[in-house]
């Protein structure tokens, strides 16, 4: 004899457990959105500084003091040392905390060969490997809508990068400075690419051409010996 009582339990067992999973579904569907939002709010973007953004004096570790404003970089050497800036301005919600930076020196007759043109406007790049990047050893932060900037300074005349940045100073070349940045709490890592080109006399003009946001590499930490001073 068909035991109804059973099957009816069962059944009601069935709907409770399909109910159940489609409402763990919903909830975790929402708190996906609501992550997403929070993350929002958090998250920075960082550009070339404005015109109407102040003149930034930047102070490196052996007390120089240089002055930056609006798309004009720092390109400098000096005796044994090349001082590097970049005006900055968050155009993002969230505070921007810069971890590392990569930097790509080229000379003039490399750039004046190059079939893209020496501004570097190209899609398609992929990101560049964490593990290339150079650890900021001052803690810079650029809060949401407001300027800041960047600094390095290379002091090792027998690296190869010093040599390359150099030649790409003297010959009136390229440098590309890749910056790698996230919020306050070092989550959403972003890179984002500046290039350096000569402009009038010995100002160098920066602009922001490419960004890279939620940079996940595993297994992979920033490294490399230049510092930021």
Known sequence: MTDWAA??????????????????????????IAERSLLATLR???????PEDPAQQIQFNDGLVLQ???????????????????????AGSGIAHLQGYRLEPEPADVIDADPLGPARHRRGDPP???????????????????????QAA??????????????AHHTRGRLTIDLLYGDLEDGQPTVTRFVLLPDTHDAWRCDTTHHWRNITEPGARTGGTNRSR
């Open 44 to 50: 920075p973007l960082l550009v070339v500084a404005q």
């Open 7 to 32: 099957w009816g339990t069962s059944l009601g067992t069935l709907v409770l457990a399909g109910a159940t999973f489609a409402a763990i579904r919903s909830a975790n569907r929402s708190a996906r």
């Open 154 to 167: 290379l002091r090792d005349p027998s690296s190869p990068i010093f040599a390359a940045t150099e030649q």
């Open 128 to 150: 560049p490997a964490l593990s290339t990047f150079a650890i900021q050893q001052r803690d810079l932060y650029i809060p949401p809508g407001n300027s800041g900037f960047w």
């Open 68 to 90: 930056t404003s609006s798309n004009q970089a720092v390109f400098q050497p000096g005796r044994d040392v090349i001082y590097l800036a970049i005006p900055l301005r968050n």
